[in-house]
Structures are given as C-alpha cells and as structure tokens.
C-alpha cells in the first residue's frame, strides 16, 4: 500500500520508467540450435522414464497377481519385502529424475554461456539452415543392391517393374527370331537361356500362341514344352489330339497331364526308345497313381523290359512307393514293385530289403527284390539265407518266381 492510499501517476515513477527502457536482447542463431537440439536429446531421455516406470509397475502387478491366484498359500513376509523393494524402486526412479533434471539445467546454462562468448551468427543466415544437417553423400546403387530391390518389388506386386516386363519380353522375342531364322538351331539350348524366368516366359508364350499370332508360332510351339508348367497342359493336350505334338511336347504333357494320360501316350507310342522316356517319365513323378501306372507296364510281358529299362533314366527314384507298393494288399502289384526295386538296386535298397526280411514283412517278395538286385551285398544274403532253416524256403519260393519273370517259357524248377 502506498501511504497514502493512492498510487503515484506512472509517468512520474522512476522505477517504471527503468522497465520500460529494459529491452531483453535477442538470442543468437547458434544458441537456439544447440538448445533445440539438447532438448530433443532430453526429450527422448524423457520419454523413456515413464515407459521404464510402467514395464517394472506391470511386472510387480503380474507377479502379485501369480501369487495371489495360485493355491500357494501367501507368504506375509514375502509381500512385506515386495512393499517394501517397490517402494526402494520410487525413491529411486524419483532420486534419478531430479538428479537428470538437475543436470539437464546445468548443461542448458553452459550451452548458453558457451553461445554467448561464440560469435554472432550472420543475419543472413535462416534458423532452420543450421538446425538441419546437410545429408551425407549418397553413392549410387550397386548390381547386387539393384537385384534386392527389384525382388522387393515383384514380391510386393506380384510383377516386375516394366523395365524387367520390357526385357524379358524382348529376349523371348530374340530366341524366337534365332530359332525362326535358323532352322539347325538347338531348341534346348536356346531354352535353357530362359530358364531362370521360366514363368514369366511361359506365361507370354501362351498369350501369343493364344491370341492366334502366327509369326513365330512353329518357334513359340517348339520352345513352350521346355518352359511348361501345369498352365501349358491344355495347350499340351490340344497338340497331342491333333497330332502335332512334338517328342518333347509328348514327355511334357505326360510329366504334367493326369496318370492316365501318360499311360495312354506310352501305349500309342510306336517307337522303343519314346516308349522307354515317357515311361521314365510316368515313374519320375512319384507320386502313387502315377507308380501305380507304371506297375502295370512292369507286370505287362510286352513292356516289362522297357519298364525297367526306364528306371535306369532317373535320378530320384520314387522309393518309397515303391516300398508302400511291395507291402500292398494286390499280390501282383508287389511282384512288380519288387522286380523295380531289384532293378534299382544300390545300397538303400538292400538295406531295407533286408530288414523287411528279417523282420518277417512280406519276406517271399522282399527275397524276390533281393534276388534280382545285382549288387554283391544282396548276393551275399541270398547265399547265407539258402544256408538259414528258417528262410530257406521262402528263399527257393522267391528263386522260382524270379525264374518264372525271367523266362516266361520256363514253369518249373530244372
């Protein structure tokens, strides 16, 4: 209260007229760019105290709520000491929030000390041009990196990029130029150039020979059964029915139609050696229908030679059902599996052979299997079980049917 109740008139007062005159100074550019940035830098720091706080909140909530749900009775001593850890905990996180603030303040002030005694900034110069670093300098991307991101980009899409599209359409057309002009050109070979794109080749080989295009059609039909998947097995078929199919046409739709297809193209075909393929062919696939099938060219008279001159052609041979096969219910059709697995031979087959022999499975057609094996381990236990009371019998049953397979003419023991 002034002394007389009333307030002095403020142009008179000196004390205003000292604040009025007070101007703050502006802060310089470099000092607000230090501070922006060890804001942000704290701010972080900041945000991961709360985050902290909860997680170890949330850790000692769940383990009293274990605790208190089991049938364990509840130990008092032990919720004291979980009290009193808690409790520790805060005292803590509240001593290292003050003692982070505390220092918080203390570098603030000597960034501004320090931007007081750096020199001034130029006028000219925007805020924003020293808070933003310049970027680093880029290089440009390497093979390998370019290959990364064009997978990413047909993984995401589902299609290449148009510059890949406009390539590989461009090398389809190129192999079709080289084979239409050049009668003598290897098909096979110029095919494996378009291997590793095989889909996308595939697929515009069937749009052009679709859509009806005649130029390069001979080419596009000659180099399609190279590339062919199931998308080309209609095409395939429509080939085979007008008779303009080709050998490598034939092997494709037999490794890619139904079962029953390839064992049609195999009775139609009237030259042994196509025979011999597609059969390898039908048996390559592996799966049961398909060696159903061609257990049925092995049990045939006129075809069992070429049958098993087919298994010598793969590489992956369908052991396993062929097994499955050899242990089937149809007595014929474990007699043709065994004189395939015989054919087969090598060192996996014997083993199992042998096992199902000693362990009384199906024993008369695994010895039968063994007996047609060539190799000497199988040899060498077909000669100890002729010495064996308990499979000499089945030994000279199974001895018997092979010579029967082997000479048709031939019907009993000499």
């Given amino acids: 209260m002034w002394p ?16 009025a005159q007070a101007v703050w100074p502006e802060p310089k550019a470099g000092a607000i760019a230090r501070l922006r940035a060890r804001w942000r830098k704290i701010r972080a720091r900041r945000r991961m105290v709360p985050l902290l706080a909860a997680a170890a909140a949330s850790v000692l909530i769940g383990g009293g709520l274990w605790f208190t749900l089991t049938d364990r009775p509840v130990d008092v001593t032990e919720n004291a000491a979980g009290r009193a850890a808690r409790l520790a905990a805060d005292r803590a996180a509240r001593a290292r929030a003050a003692d982070e603030r505390a220092d918080v303040d203390e570098r603030i002030a000597d960034d501004e000390r320090a931007a007081d005694a750096s020199p001034e900034a130029p006028a000219e110069a925007p ?47 190129q192999t079709l130029q080289r084979l239409t002009g050049d009668p003598a050109a290897d098909v096979a070979l110029n095919a494996a150039t378009l291997v590793l794109e095989r889909e996308r080749h595939e697929q515009l080989l069937l749009a052009r020979l679709q859509s009806g295009e005649t130029e390069h059609r001979q080419a596009a039909m000659e180099l399609l059964p190279h590339l062919a998947s199931w998308r080309s097995v209609p095409l395939l078929r429509e080939q085979v029915r007008a008779g303009q199919a080709s050998d490598v046409a034939r092997l494709a ?47 045939e008279p006129r075809r069992t030679q070429e049958a098993l001159a087919a298994l010598d052609q793969l590489e992956t041979p369908p052991l396993d059902v062929l097994f499955a096969a050899l242990t089937g219910q149809d007595v014929a059709e ?57 499979l000499v019998a089945a030994v000279q049953a199974a001895e018997f049917q092979f010579r029967q397979f082997s000479d048709p003419r031939t019907r009993s023991i000499p």
């Fill in 253 to 299: 739709l037999a490794r890619l139609g139904t079962p029953a297809e390839a064992a049609w193209l195999v009775q139609n075909e009237t030259d042994r050696g196509r025979r011999v393929d597609l059969l390898a062919a039908l048996a390559e696939r592996g799966d049961r229908p398909a060696v159903e099938k061609f257990l049925q060219f092995v049990r």
């Fill in 127 to 173: 805020t924003e041009a020293i808070v933003a670093a310049p970027p680093p300098p880029s290089r440009p991307a390497n093979r390998y990196e370019r290959l990364l991101v064009d997978a990413a980009i047909r993984a995401r899409h589902d299609l290449p990029a148009s510059e890949v599209l406009q390539a590989q359409a461009a090398r389809l057309e």
């Fill in 334 to 390: 474990r007699q043709a599996a065994a004189r395939a697995l015989g054919r087969l031979n090598g060192p996996e087959v014997t083993a199992r052979l042998i096992g199902l022999t000693q362990q009384g499975i199906f024993r008369q057609e695994a010895l039968l299997a063994l007996i047609a094996c060539r190799g000497s381990d199988a040899q060498d236990f077909v000669r100890q079980a002729r010495r064996d009371e308990y």
């Fill in 4 to 19: 007389d109740d009333n307030p002095p008139e403020p142009e008179r007062d000196p004390l205003d007229a000292l604040l």
